[in-house]
């Protein structure tokens, strides 16, 4: 695939020194001092996927930031590759307090909080990246993530880390009939069960670390997640196929501890929301930064084979799935799930193509 094929999973572009310049100048912005505070409070930052991801570097990003502020006295320290625990572990940490901050899909919290369950509609958001930013920045998203702090949780934003595709052995995903009497591993939300209900797969719950094998002595036949997140944790090697369906995001939840973010000072907690949204913007360019110059070449050397979707065979898709997620989506959440389902349809037509 070529590179501007590849930005098909994007269709926006940035200049190619906008990461330098953020790391660059993020200190000045945040208002840090030149070197960290005596910092007595620690502050554990924690995901699941390897650090040199970009959401990895996002995160460690972050934390230098927070930690060298002179607004806060904090030590903050990134945990990547599920080093204190997988998805529910890290769930569980934030709302008993044992974890700062967790960055994790919104679909790990749609136990807790089911109105989160929009975040894993497919065939529903903008598949270009600017005009996805725009909904992230929305009224309708600010509404959707203060729901969290019903449940002790505190979402301060959202990250992108690129748009869904599926892999697969035997056959490549690019058709609706192609998913019939496949096992996928699927993450705990039911809106993600609904989909491979609806497309003919056969949900398979696993955690995360444990995908990888599954997918090499056949255990399950697919998997869906960013082209990112194939790189760095290896599926390439497991599995023949990449369909480019773009059909849904993985976009990353930033959340701290309410009762540790209660604690903290009002320009402490301004410093922390700039430095995630800072770690964001990096973490954005650098994901497609990494489609382009490691991930698509290496798929290529590895022999995996990318597919793309016609317009007619994704529109047939997004048939198949996406009415009866929304009905299952509201059966969940009622007169709640309603209105937050019309600020995104209202906020979505602004960008319709």
């Known amino acids: ?18 990461v330098l310049a953020l790391c660059t100048v993020a200190t ?16 554990k ?22 930690s060298t502020d ?44 089911p109105l989160l369950g929009i975040l894993d509609f497919p065939f529903f958001f903008p598949s ?18 203060a729901t969290t702090e019903e449940k002790g949780i505190v979402s301060l934003g959202i990250w992108h880390t690129g748009f869904k595709v599926w892999t697969s052995n035997e056959r490549p995903l690019n058709t609706v009939e192609s998913y019939s009497g496949l096992k996928a591993r699927v993450m705990p939300s039911t809106i993600l069960k609904e989909q491979a209900r609806g497309i003919g797969l056969t949900a398979v719950g696993m955690p995360f670390p444990e995908t990888y094998s599954a997918l090499q002595i056949g255990a399950i036949d697919a998997q869906e997640n960013p082209i990112t997140t194939v790189f760095f944790m290896k599926f ?6 990449l369909a480019l369906t773009n059909h849904g995001t993985l976009d990353q939840v930033v959340m701290v501890s309410g009762r540790w973010w209660e604690a903290r000072s009002a320009p402490c907690q301004t410093a922390i929301r700039q430095a995630v949204t800072l770690g964001g913007d990096i973490t954005a360019e650098l994901t497609f930064t990494v489609i382009d110059s490691q991930a ?6 590895n022999g995996m084979v990318v597919h793309t979707l016609n317009d007619e065979d994704r529109e047939m898709m997004r048939a198949r799935v996406l009415p009866g997620i929304e009905r299952v989506y509201l ?3 009622g007169v709640r799930g309603r209105a937050i389902l019309d600020a995104f349809n209202n906020e979505i037509a602004k960008y319709a193509e």
Do not use: N
């Not at 570097?57 to 930031?65: C, D, P």
């Open 28 to 43: 000045l912005f945040i208002g840090a001092t030149p070197s960290a505070p005596a910092a007595d409070i620690q502050m």
């Open 70 to 113: 002179s607004r806060c006295e904090i030590d903050a320290r990134v945990y990547p590759s599920a080093q204190l625990g997988g998805d529910t572990d890290l769930i569980e940490g934030l709302q008993i307090g044992s974890i700062e901050m967790v960055i994790l899909p919104g679909s790990f919290l749609v136990g807790f909080q």
């Open 45 to 66: 930052i924690a995901h699941v996927v390897p650090g040199a991801s970009p959401r990895g570097r996002g995160a460690t990003r972050t934390a230098e930031l927070i």
């Open 296 to 301: 698509l070449p290496a798929f290529a050397a």
């Open 1 to 18: 695939m070529t590179t501007s094929q590849s930005r098909a999973t994007r269709r926006a572009d940035y200049p190619a020194t906008l």
């Open 128 to 145: 270009d990246w600017a005009d996805l930013k725009q909904v992230h920045d929305s009224d309708a998203m600010r509404s959707l993530l």
């Open 331 to 333: 059966e969940q959440t």
């Open 236 to 241: 390439y090697e497991v599995q023949e196929h």
